[in-house]
C-alpha cells in the first residue's frame, strides 16, 4: 500500500512538471501576437503617430486583433499605437487593409487600398462622422 502511494505520487509530480513546461512554452510564444513590424515600405501598412508620415512609425502585413500590444519604433518613451495614429501608407502591392475603430476587430469600417496614401487622418471620417484621426484599433486584410 506505502508503494502504491509512492508511485502515484511520483506520477502526480511527474505530470505536474510536463504541465509547467508546456506552460512554459506557451507564455514563451505569447510575444509572437503582436504582428507589428518596423517599417520597410513594402508589402505592408505602414502607421505613424502624427500626420505627414512623422512622430514614429509601426507596419503590418497580416491581421491584427488589437493595438494594445504594438508600439511605434524609435521613440522614447515608448508610445502605443492604439488610437493615436495620424498618417499611414498602404504599400501593399494587392491587399486591402480594413481599419477598425475598436480592438478584436469591431467597427471595420474604413478600407484603405493598396498603393494608398493618407496623409493625414484628420481629413476622414468613420461612418457617423466622428474624425479618424487617433481612433483606429485593430484591423482586417482582404
Ligand atoms: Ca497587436
Redesign the pocket.
Known sequence: MRRISKRLTSTVVRSAVAGAVVTGTVMAMAPA????HKCDRSQEICYWRLSGYTGGSRAFTNE???????YYDNLSPTKNINNSISSLVNYHSSRFYRLCRYVEQSYCLFSIEPQVARPNLADYVWPGSASLDNSIS?HTVY
Open positions: 501576437a503582436s504582428a507589428s491584427d486583433y488589437t493595438y494594445t500590444n504594438d485593430s
